[in-house]
């Protein structure tokens, strides 16, 4: 396995399913996260590829206590005031190094693991969930206590998954992932894996932006129907994150939507999560990065 790693996404969808065979886990709201232990150090990864180590030493160097050898996926997630904040997180992810070290000092971050992709044996994607799953509790179980590096809640009793979806939203849940236990750990959107969210939200690919490279006005996405559309202006600190993802990609060229604004097209690995009741005019709202 190489770094980075496509990882697994989860289909969204309006209500838990009901078969035997799910199980289900609590979604934190945070930023996507895996975690290499290479033969002589950690890197952490960001879904987009991007390597974020820097952003996130604070668990980092507690995953130098794993084995050589371990990916592990799972959740980076700052807590201010015993909730999880994902503003927390978003300012981390946003910061230069060494903001992202005074940030952790304040508010140090949890790692909280949901899926182990390669133990020093070697790649165990293939292997069923619910076996993954006993493999990386078992790591995790090796580790000193406490750990910032902690295993996420899981449960195959569907009364349970519903029990966290209605109460937990105030510390910061954002739902519950279903997953199927006989599943192995597939790049990309699989229908083994689904998602249910308070926010009425989709995702969506930038296919461009409006202004300066280096502080983009607006997005220009592409829907999952198909569609193209313009977002609203977005805020100085996603501006911050999609810019710097934006000197990744190939220079962009000038394209022009059906309504007529002018943009830059770009061909980008960059996930953006929309407001769904918005994606029905010409004009969407971001709620933030994916």
């Known amino acids: 396995m190489e770094f980075p790693v496509q990882v697994a996404l989860a289909e969204l969808v309006p209500v838990l399913p009901t078969a035997p065979e799910w199980w289900f886990e609590i979604k934190l709201d945070g930023h996507r996260t895996v975690m290499w232990r290479t033969a002589d150090g950690v890197r952490l990864q960001a879904r987009s590829g991007r390597d974020v180590t820097a952003n996130w030493m604070d668990i980092a160097l507690p995953g130098m206590r794993l084995p050589p050898g371990m990916v592990l996926d ?81 449960t195959d009793d569907l009364s349970v998954a519903q029990a966290w979806y209605d109460s937990l939203q105030d510390t910061g849940v954002e739902g519950v992932v279903a997953k199927l236990g006989t599943s192995p750990y597939r790049s990309g959107h699989s229908s083994s894996w689904k998602k249910v969210r308070h926010a009425e939200t989709t995702d969506a690919a930038v296919v461009g932006y409006t202004g300066p490279t280096k502080r983009p006005r607006a997005l220009v996405i592409r829907l999952p ?41 770009v061909v980008v690995d960059l996930m953006v999560e929309v407001l769904a009741e918005t994606t029905r005019h010409a004009v969407v709202t971001v709620t933030r990065l994916q």
């Not at 903001?99 to 909280?112: F, I, S």
């Not at 198909?226 to 220079?251: H, K, W």
């Open 74 to 154: 799972g959740e980076a997630v700052v807590v201010v005031n015993e909730r999880i904040s994902f503003e927390a997180a978003q300012s981390r992810a946003a910061s230069a190094p060494a903001r992202a070290r005074r940030l952790a000092e304040e508010h140090p971050a949890l790692y909280v693991v949901w899926d182990v992709l390669a133990l020093p044996t070697g790649d165990v994607r293939g292997r069923p969930y619910v076996e993954r799953r006993a493999m990386m509790l078992d790591v995790l179980a090796g580790l000193p206590s406490p750990s910032p590096i902690q295993a996420v809640s899981a």
């Open 225 to 265: 129907n198909g569609r193209v559309r313009l977002t609203r202006a977005i805020g100085a600190q996603l501006a911050a994150q999609v810019a710097a993802l934006l000197t990744l990609s190939e220079p962009g060229r000038k394209a022009a939507l059906g309504t007529g604004e002018v943009y830059t097209a």
